[in-house]
């Protein structure tokens, strides 16, 4: 029989039979993460809460202006972790962590971290050429750029595969997911 005094014997009683705790749970998702995933969250969840407090978005993000005529080139890289409002952090994040996490679990972190920046940096200076040739006074922020170029490895991997469209019934090769989805971010958001 088991008496009061076993009750409070610290953190390793009563393991046997008893359920995870919601701390465990969350815990052991987060020690799951690799580490290059937990930092880009945590350094864009950061960014996003500072600018509640300080205007630091309109430094960080990708501007085609002032990285042209003023040579601000921090914000080629900045702007990947820089999120204007909660929604599109949200929706940026926990779209682009699932298939970053598989990719850091299978090349590793210093990998991941080298493809992270230089596949950030190659789409933010397409970007900026683009703005700059158009003459478009557009801003850029966020891991979109990213998500769109693992959206596009993943699709050319299996080109002939169905894939649902957004969460809708419909079913598409694969080899044209991503110019039907970059089509419609354009129809009714105004880009990705």
Request: charged share 10%.
């Amino acid at each position: 029989m088991r008496g009061f005094s076993d009750l409070n014997q610290g953190p390793g009683a009563g393991q046997g039979g008893e359920a995870p705790t919601c701390k465990d749970q969350v815990l052991g998702c987060w020690n799951s993460v690799p580490y290059w995933c937990r930092l880009v969250f945590a350094v864009s969840c950061i960014l996003y809460g500072v600018s509640w407090f300080l205007p630091v978005t309109m430094w960080l993000v990708t501007a085609p202006g002032p990285i042209i005529y003023k040579f601000q080139v921090w914000r080629l890289f900045t702007g990947l972790l820089m999120h204007g409002d909660l929604m599109t952090l949200l929706f940026a994040v926990l779209s682009y962590l699932p298939t970053a996490m598989e990719v850091e679990r299978k090349i590793g972190t210093v990998p991941m971290i080298w493809r992270f920046w230089t596949l950030g940096l190659i789409s933010n200076l397409l970007f900026i050429t683009v703005c700059g040739i158009t003459g478009i006074q557009q801003i850029g922020m966020g891991l979109w750029p990213l998500l769109f170029v693992d959206l596009v490895i993943q699709c050319m991997e299996a080109p002939d595969n169905a894939m649902n469209l957004c969460c809708l019934p419909i079913q598409i090769p694969a080899k044209y997911y991503p110019p039907v989805l970059l089509l419609i971010f354009t129809l009714f958001m105004g880009g990705p």
